[in-house]
């Protein structure tokens, strides 16, 4: 055991001999052996590339999701921190306009997605999981319809999962990570944070972690100061732009609309200018999170405020108000919703961003948006107007770079077979919900030293894969959209937690080396 209470990993064991010495050590030798010893990744590898050529072929250049691609695009032409979204995924936008086709921002992607899977798997073999336990808890990544078809999209999530699990596997590879390893899994969270606001909870929880482990001072505060660094560069960069140090200027509005549908002020103090933000309509008449965000007609738009004041602070601090007064229904709200991840099938209700959002789309008329109003808002300038469907260029990608008009193909035989594979090619809810529970609850009880790294790993897999469900529950909207992240953290931890339940199993069964010795009859 090291001074810091964690003892260093041993080398993977490989499955070939080692090559004598003088000869190259991934010369052409080695692949066939290679191969052979991960021949299940290999081949779900190959099958998860070809869906991804298919997915590429059959929707050109790019998929867009309403408003979201469009503000992406918009930030990456002028570079800013942005105001709804941060700015991480337009710099990577802005990296790749030099190809000077939108083209590739989907190919770039579908890369990213193959090599995540690779990573998950290289992770949980150095971890001590077999080769088809492993192969299982990359497959989703690898395989999902759901996550090949998002990639496709403008949007943040492939760019977000790539960093995250790069973060986790520096983490996790050694028992003991150096001080620089710890910083750059700093560097990494808070660059995924800015991809995504919900990486901001993994950070928390990969320093936890580390505090957990015992791992020392100089990790810990490598990480945090290296995330810390990031995070406040980016908001210092938003102070000179927006007057304000944050990441963003919205959460208050989306927490506040989070909470609106059920907000009850009756018998609540609160100042005057919070009390028009309460709906005085019963909660069954009330629509849902995104209308009370986005809508001109919300009471998150109307109060009149003096010139100067913050209204996201005002709805901030109203959200957090109800969220004290109501403790038990903004609780339950979440639970709902994160129980909904995990159950089978994929149902969305009225209120909800349809399920066919994230189903490939063998037409240019897409299905009816909402029955709701849609909101007039320049963040979304583009929504469909009551009872018409959806316009095809919002449903493609209608801008390339510098909001140029892009002209959208769609394959439709491939297409057609793409949605028949959807039919059944995606993680149920109920396989991640046992990859969470099997990675949280495996490791309970007294285990030997050789067998609590794996716990450690597996706990913290699941952990993370929770809060990156939660927290979009708990700040924003149910959208199965913010459930594609998980699948690369989640069946990790199943499989982690398998394999440690097999090797609890196997210790059980292995008899004692020196066999006890027979008391003499009397």
Do not use: K
């Not at 690898?142 to 986790?168: G, H, M, N, R, W």
């Not at 482990?213 to 927006?242: D, K, M, N, P, Q």
Request: aromatic share 10%.
């Amino acid at each position: 055991m090291s001074r810091h209470g964690l003892r260093s990993a041993a080398p993977i064991e490989s499955s070939a001999q080692d090559p004598p010495s003088g000869t190259a050590r991934w010369g052409p030798a080695r692949i066939g052996p290679s191969v052979r010893a991960n021949a299940a990744l290999v081949a779900i590898g190959a099958v998860g590339l070809v869906l991804r050529v298919l997915t590429s072929v059959t929707y050109r250049p790019a998929l867009a999701f309403v408003q979201d691609t469009f503000d992406y695009l918009e930030n990456a032409a002028v570079l800013q921190p942005g105001l709804v979204r941060p700015s991480g995924y337009p710099a990577f936008l802005r990296i790749l306009s030099v190809a000077g086709s939108i083209a590739v921002v989907p190919v770039v992607q579908h890369v990213l997605g193959l090599s995540t899977g690779v990573l998950l798997y290289a992770l949980l073999r150095r971890l001590g999981v077999g080769a088809w336990m492993a192969t299982l808890g990359a497959a989703p990544v690898l395989l999902d319809s759901y996550q090949i078809y998002l990639e496709q999209f403008l949007l943040a999530e492939a760019v977000f999962e790539f960093l995250v699990v790069v973060a986790v596997v520096l983490l996790l590879w050694h028992e003991c990570p150096s001080p620089m390893a710890c910083a750059g899994v700093g560097v990494l969270l808070a660059g995924a944070a800015l991809t995504r606001a919900v990486g901001v909870v993994l950070v928390a929880a990969a320093v936890l972690y580390l505090v957990i482990g015992r791992a020392g001072t100089r990790r810990v505060a490598s990480a945090t100061i290296a995330a810390a660094v990031v995070l406040g560069a980016y908001a210092t960069w938003f102070s000179v732009a927006h007057g304000r140090f944050a990441l963003g200027a919205y959460e208050g509005y989306f927490l506040a609309g989070r909470v609106a549908p059920f907000a009850d002020c009756r018998g609540l103090e609160m100042p005057p200018l919070e009390r028009p933000l309460c709906d005085p309509r019963p909660v069954p008449e009330r629509p849902n999170s995104d209308w009370y965000v986005w809508n001109a007609a919300s009471p998150l738009r109307r109060p009149v405020v003096a010139p100067g004041t913050d209204r996201n602070a005002v709805a901030g601090r109203f959200a957090a108000r109800i969220v004290r007064h109501q403790p038990l229904d903004y609780l339950g709200t979440i639970a709902g919703d994160v129980w909904r991840y995990f159950g089978p099938g994929r149902e969305t209700g009225p209120d909800d961003v349809p399920v066919g959002a994230w189903q490939f789309r063998t037409s240019f008329v897409a299905d009816q948006w909402r029955p709701l109003q849609p909101p007039a808002d320049r963040h979304v300038s583009n929504w469909a107007s009551p009872g018409a469907s959806v316009a095809s260029g919002v449903t493609i990608a209608a801008h390339g770079y510098g909001l140029s008009r892009v002209e959208p193909t769609l394959y439709r035989p491939t297409a057609r077979w793409l949605r028949g594979y959807q039919r059944f090619g995606y993680t149920q809810g109920p396989i991640l919900g046992a990859g969470l529970l099997v990675g949280l609850c495996a490791g309970l009880g007294r285990l030997p030293p050789p067998q609590r790294r794996l716990r450690r790993s597996a706990a913290f897999l699941a952990g993370s894969g929770l809060l990156v469900v939660v927290a979009p529950a708990a700040t924003s909207v149910f959208e199965f959209r913010y459930l594609i992240p998980a699948l690369t953290l989640l069946p990790a931890a199943g499989a982690a937690g398998t394999a440690l339940l097999h090797q609890r199993l196997q210790a059980r069964r292995r008899p004692s080396r020196a066999a006890p010795i027979a008391a003499p009859r009397a």
